[in-house]
């Protein structure tokens, strides 16, 4: 059956779509390290208490509903009229987490930024009222520690060498937007030298650049496998993987998260059964991961998988959003971090948003398949192209990363990342916090599980100087609220002790030392 099956993307080539070997990443990888993650579960006591703060939840939230039915008290969610005989939009009872927790937790969450996303961030103060359902803004802000923005390398900045260029290009060069799409008059000579450069950077043949990261994934999905295809795919990867898959038309099948043994089930049994019905043998195999999970903090265990994707001629996507300039001795990434020749990664992708300091994403991977994607690819042909400022900037600051600005500038940063990374978990692991995710990862999850421990987490943190994202159900499950640290090189290790030692201020109040691998001495 593995013989027999497709593996072309496009359609008038099914032959395998060579790869050639760039020097970028061949010559000189970052040495081997053994793959490893942190995932701990939380003692039965927290889980019970967690357990029964829901509990809570939910009677008294259905108390105040039988309240709103008897006209007692205010209906906080819209209502459809009007629509008699008709099969309701939405459903009353999915809105109910939303309408009687969240509604009222919703003042820690959704900030307005009154400044640049640099390692202090000023946040406009608002006023809520009738439970959080009239939010006014307020003429005066505050200054906060920032620990939620992706600007990972610090170049979501204001001043230095990318920000004058970009400033540089509205006003002498090409002002601000094209007006029409790559595939018609929005291409320009800044896009082709950016795309590039990218593809030089990642070790491709070449690259395909898009304005916005979230069409990257979600809108080309489709363009690269259809009804015939399987589709496999991370439980936990990203809602623009999700959608992508499901709008291509593709099987899809999902393995536990970084589980190698499920995937190599998955695959084995999907080779060996074939298409439903059928049983045709599949017209091509897409593994679908990425290189850092932003919820959990975790990599792909790339090794393994390009291992079984090399083993049942399947292809593989890496989603490389939140590791592309964050991971790898030179910000190449998560190969790089764990040592994997770029050859063997048939299609990469990442964004801009993050350590670039500005917008949109691209795809890389050989000649003919970004051929195919530029002829395909409805990103391409319906979506406006990517801004001259943004890909300016974007193009700066990777040009920073490989030093070819003719600084260290952005080593230097990247240095500075890793070192506080590992400063601040380490110091948060030593204390007896949960935490998820890989040394090196600068997505660091602290686990709360009680969504009461949540909020309370939010508000001290805002009253103390910190800017924190919490998050919780249903972006997480039910017993996995967190806090999430997105650090940056910007961050000062004196700022970094200044939040540990806050956080464990707060400790009496909150309970979050719940790790038994981590035990505190006393």
């Known amino acids: 059956v593995?013989?027999?099956?497709?593996?072309?993307?496009?359609?008038?080539?099914?032959?395998?779509?060579?790869?050639?070997?760039?020097?970028c990443l061949e010559k000189d990888p970052e040495p081997k390290i053994e793959y490893d993650e942190t995932f701990e579960d939380p003692p039965f006591l927290a889980i019970m208490s967690a357990y029964l703060c829901l509990f809570l939840f939910v009677v008294f939230g259905h108390f105040r509903d039988l309240l709103r039915r008897w006209?007692?008290?205010k209906t906080m969610d819209s209502s459809e009229f009007g629509n008699e005989g008709f099969v309701p939009l939405y459903n009353d009872f999915e809105a109910f987490y939303t309408r009687n927790v969240y509604q009222r937790v919703l003042h820690y969450w959704c900030h307005p930024l009154a400044g640049v996303p640099g390692a202090e961030i000023d946040i406009w103060d608002r006023k809520f009222g009738n439970f959080n359902e009239n939010i006014r803004l307020q003429e005066t802000k505050r200054k906060y520690l920032n620990i939620g923005s992706y600007n990972y390398l610090g170049f979501a900045e204001n001043d230095g060498r990318c920000s004058k260029e970009t400033i540089q290009e509205i006003r002498n060069k090409l002002g601000t937007a094209t007006a029409s799409s790559r595939a018609e008059l929005g291409t320009l000579k800044l896009h082709e030298e950016l795309e590039n450069?990218?593809?030089?950077?990642?070790?491709?043949?070449?690259?395909?650049?898009?304005?916005m990261g979230f069409a990257t994934n979600s809108m080309?999905?489709?363009?690269?496998?259809d009804e015939g295809c399987l589709l496999i795919s991370d439980e936990l990867n990203h809602a623009s993987l999700i959608l992508g898959a499901r709008l291509s038309g593709a099987k899809i099948k999902v393995f536990r998260h970084n589980n190698m043994a499920h995937l190599e089930k998955v695959l084995r049994t999907s080779i060996v059964m074939g298409q439903p019905r059928t049983r045709r043998p599949w017209k091509k195999i897409l593994i679908v991961v990425e290189g850092i999970?932003?919820?959990?903090?975790?990599?792909c265990n790339l090794r393994k998988i390009v291992e079984l994707k090399n083993k049942y001629k399947a292809y593989l996507y890496v989603d490389e959003a939140h590791s592309i300039g964050a991971m790898g001795k030179t910000g190449r990434g998560i190969c790089e971090h764990h040592g994997v020749p770029t050859s063997e990664i048939d299609i990469l992708m990442g964004t801009f948003s993050k350590s670039f300091g500005a917008a949109g994403g691209y795809i890389a991977g050989s000649r003919d398949i970004i051929a195919y994607l530029k002829k395909e690819s409805h990103a391409q042909a319906y979506s406006s192209a990517m801004s001259p400022p943004v890909a300016r900037q974007t193009l700066a600051a990777t040009e920073a990363i490989m030093g070819r600005d003719g600084t260290d500038e952005g080593q230097r940063r990247i240095q500075q990342l890793k070192d506080n990374t590992r400063f601040f978990r380490t110091e948060l692991q030593k204390r007896g916090y949960i935490l998820f995710g890989e040394l090196d990862s600068p997505v660091v999850p602290l686990l709360i599980c009680s969504i009461a421990r949540l909020c309370a987490f939010a508000k001290l943190g805002l009253n103390s100087g910190i800017a924190p994202v919490v998050v919780g159900f249903p972006a997480t499950p039910m017993l996995g609220a967190r806090a999430r640290f997105c650090l940056s090189a910007s961050h000062t290790r004196q700022q970094l002790q200044w939040m540990i030692d806050t956080i464990e201020k707060q400790e009496p109040v909150l309970g979050l030392k719940l790790s038994t691998r981590h035990k505190v001495k006393s």
């Open 2 to 23: 593995v013989s027999t099956q497709s593996t072309g993307f496009s359609k008038a080539r099914p032959t395998r779509i060579p790869t050639r070997k760039l020097p």
């Open 220 to 225: 080309n999905m489709a363009t690269l496998v």
């Open 197 to 211: 450069l990218i593809a030089e950077f990642v070790g491709k043949e070449s690259a395909l650049v898009f304005g």
């Open 71 to 73: 006209g007692f008290d």
């Open 293 to 299: 999970y932003s919820m959990e903090g975790t990599s």
